[in-house]
T-cell receptor, first 116, second 114 residues
Framework: DGGITQSPKYLFRKEGQNVTLSCEQNLNHDAMYWYRQDPGQGLRLIYYSQIVNDFQKGDIAEGYSVSREKKESFPLTVTSAQKNPTAFYLC???????????????FGDGTRLSIL | GQQLNQSPQSMFIQEGEDVSMNCTSSSIFNTWLWYKQDPGEGPVLLIALYKAGELTSNGRLTAQFGITRKDSFLNISASIPSDVGIYFCAGHLRYGGATNKLIFGTGTLLAVQP
């Protein structure tokens, strides 16, 4: 089945550690996104990428980094500079606007990151 | 970042009741999307709206793109226990640029008592 796979489902981080969250999609989408969700809040955009080897900061990029070496993959690294990393992280993908504008984003099942 | 005004924040209803929730903005939108999120899962797209005035159904769900392009509502008829979850509206701003960035509402928590 086509879809977006995020792993792991749960992740624990010690203070001062970097951790990397995986996101893979087989929908042949050019655009991919990372969101952070905190309890009782909507989704906030961390980073997005419209094409391989290119990515842009979203609204809350500080303390995070990404790479986009392959169309199918968009890993997110939560660095030690992110002071409040405990949250639910969601990856999404869509048809890119250079192909068709205003396309819905489709989401993975998320990774819950907690600090030990 | 900008967020949409979504209401109500939460609803607690009996099975079989109809439900209505809405999103409003001071800005004009090109699309309105409605997602449902189950606990511990990612949001799933329910309905996508692309034209002002458009009314679209998906089973017991009906959503409309407001004529002013600044609002949208979602109705659920004859609610059942599996309708429980958080419902989010989202949309593309009219002048959002070539980024496909979505603006999200803060969500409506729906609880259905059997």
């Amino acid at each position: 089945d086509g879809g977006i796979t995020q792993s792991p489902k749960y992740l624990f981080r010690k203070e001062g550690q970097n951790v990397t969250l995986s996101c893979e999609q087989n929908l042949n989408h050019d655009a991919m996104y990372w969101y952070r969700q905190d309890p009782g809040q909507g989704l906030r955009l961390i980073y997005y990428s419209q094409i391989v080897n290119d990515f842009q900061k979203g609204d809350i990029a500080e303390g995070y980094s990404v790479s986009r070496e392959k169309k199918e993959s968009f890993p997110l690294t939560v660095t030690s500079a992110q002071k409040n990393p405990t949250a639910f992280y969601l990856c999404a993908s869509s048809i890119a606007p250079f192909r068709q504008v205003n396309q819905p984003q489709h989401f993975g099942d998320g990774t819950r990151l907690s600090i030990l | 970042g900008q967020q949409l005004n979504q209401s109500p924040q939460s609803m607690f209803i009996q099975e079989g009741e109809d439900v209505s929730m809405n999103c409003t903005s001071s800005s004009i939108f090109n699309t309105w999307l409605w997602y449902k999120q189950d606990p511990g899962e990612g949001p799933v797209l329910l309905i996508a709206l692309y034209k002002a005035g458009e009314l679209t159904s998906n089973g017991r769900l009906t959503a409309q793109f407001g004529i002013t392009r600044k609002d949208s509502f979602l109705n659920i008829s004859a609610s059942i226990p599996s309708d429980v979850g958080i419902y989010f509206c989202a949309g593309h701003l009219r002048y959002g640029g070539a980024t496909n960035k979505l603006i999200f509402g803060t969500g409506t928590l729906l609880a259905v008592q059997p």
